[in-house]
């Protein structure tokens, strides 16, 4: 019987449950310590899902709810490998993605920004990972928007991402930003993120990946945690 | 273990039209449902409902929960085909955006026992805007007092704190409900998990 572990949640990685310059979090985040729960892998399931559930279009948002033309912004590629600590990919893995259009405005009914909606973006879309781990969207490049936690306050382009992995434990959501962004500095939700972790979470521009005369490329890789394969040490 | 994990981010205010399109009313397909199990599934049907509370005591409208749980024979589904034979998925996701009351609300049927010595329950994943990790917790059945009695993980949880994992049992206009508020902060703190 297969008694193996999840790795830990590396604390290191992740943001603090309350951190005050986020103010939302501060009557949010649990204050209490976690209790440790190391469950068997074996006993940890992700949800069912296949290929059959996605719609053929889902990774394309430039035309997954095109209603009488194209979305307006600049086409991007976004692509990446899903990965497990150990480097190994992780196959057939539901990437959910959601985003603001063009004009730095999401499509969600409590969005109330003075920035146009656009009618032939939703924001939306799903892909599954092959067996490299690969993920692939083509997407517009979401603009930058305020949001009021303080003066002045601007959230950086990102994109959102959620993940599940193999196991309930290796569920993951996450932001992607764009490299060179100077809103990333100002921005308390990347900055809430511990330091030596934060550049995980900006793409890279890759001319690789951009495709001539019709858009620019950016990859994103993502790592979830994996089997323990080091209990020894811990 | 050459890599190091991408870090959480909170899973914001907007996350409706992407992750639960269909029970927010957008025009775009919903891979996951508040509904757990069908009508055909084998078991006891029961109705989760609860709300999440933040450390003002108000409910919280912009929260996403995910549940996963053992069918009423203490198994998983194995397969899409399987999911189809009975209605069983084991898993559902829920704002808590739709609801009057900020309440999710999810059908299904009382799980089993997973493995023996295990009481009952149900895994939940918490995520909402201010949250920067999303947070783990469980639902345990007050109707399972002698298996919660016998259960590890309730065992290593400080006893004061036990009650705030433990679901209530009533009727409601003929069906089952058991009543289950997540409190985020404060002296009830619900107790999350390092998982």
């Not at chain 2, 003002?56 to 069918?71: K, R, T």
Request: aromatic residues 10%; glycine residues 8%; contains cysteine.
């Amino acid at each position: 019987m297969d008694e193996s572990i999840l790795s830990p949640r590396d604390f290191d990685s992740h943001p603090a449950y309350v951190y005050p310059p986020y103010r939302s979090s501060v009557k949010r985040g649990p204050t209490l310590p976690l209790i440790p729960l190391k469950e068997k892998l074996r006993n940890q399931h992700a949800p069912v899902y296949g290929t059959d559930d996605l719609g053929a279009l889902d990774h394309d948002l430039t035309r997954n709810a095109a209603k009488n033309g194209a979305p307006l912004g600049e086409r991007i590629i976004v692509t990446g490998r899903v990965l497990d600590e150990g480097g190994k990919p992780v196959r057939n893995t539901l990437v959910e993605i959601w985003q603001a259009n063009a004009a730095g405005r999401y499509v969600h009914k409590q969005d109330q920004h003075d920035a146009p909606l656009d009618p032939n973006f939703l924001g939306a879309g799903r892909a599954i990972t092959d067996n490299d781990g690969r993920y692939r969207f083509l997407t517009i490049k979401p603009g930058a928007y305020p949001w009021g936690n303080h003066p002045n306050a601007w959230r950086p382009n990102h994109i959102h991402f959620s993940l599940f992995g193999d196991y309930f434990g290796s569920r993951l959501v996450t932001q992607m930003y764009f490299p060179g962004d100077p809103l990333l500095a100002f921005d308390p939700i990347y900055q809430g993120t511990p330091e030596n972790a934060r550049e995980r979470l900006i793409s890279r521009f890759s001319l690789d990946t951009t495709e001539e005369g019709f858009a620019l490329g950016y990859e994103f890789d993502i790592v979830l945690r994996g089997p323990n394969q080091t209990p020894t040490e811990r | 273990m050459a890599l190091k994990e991408t870090p959480s981010q909170t899973v914001g205010p907007y996350f409706a039209y992407g992750l639960c399109p269909q029970q927010y009313d957008f025009d775009y397909k919903s891979l996951f449902t508040p509904d757990m199990a069908g009508p055909e599934t084998p078991g006891e049907h029961i109705t989760l409902i609860g709300r999440v509370i933040d450390g003002d005591g108000n409910p919280v409208f912009d929260a996403m929960l995910e549940f996963s749980q053992v069918d009423a024979n203490g198994r998983y589904p194995a397969s899409r085909e399987a999911i189809a034979q009975n209605g069983f998925r084991g898993f559902a996701r829920v704002g808590t955006g739709t609801d009057e009351q900020q309440r999710f609300i999810v059908r299904t049927v009382k799980p089993g026992s997973e493995n023996a010595g295990e009481a009952p329950h149900v895994n939940v994943i918490v995520m909402m805007r201010g949250l920067l990790t999303h947070a783990f917790t469980r639902i345990y059945f007050e109707d399972e007092a002698a298996a919660n009695a016998e259960d590890p993980v309730l065992a290593a949880v400080p006893a004061a704190r036990r009650d705030t994992l433990i679901a209530r049992r009533s009727e409601q206009a003929g069906s089952i409900v058991y009543q289950f508020d997540i409190r985020m902060q404060g002296e009830q703190e619900t107790v999350f998990f390092d998982l």
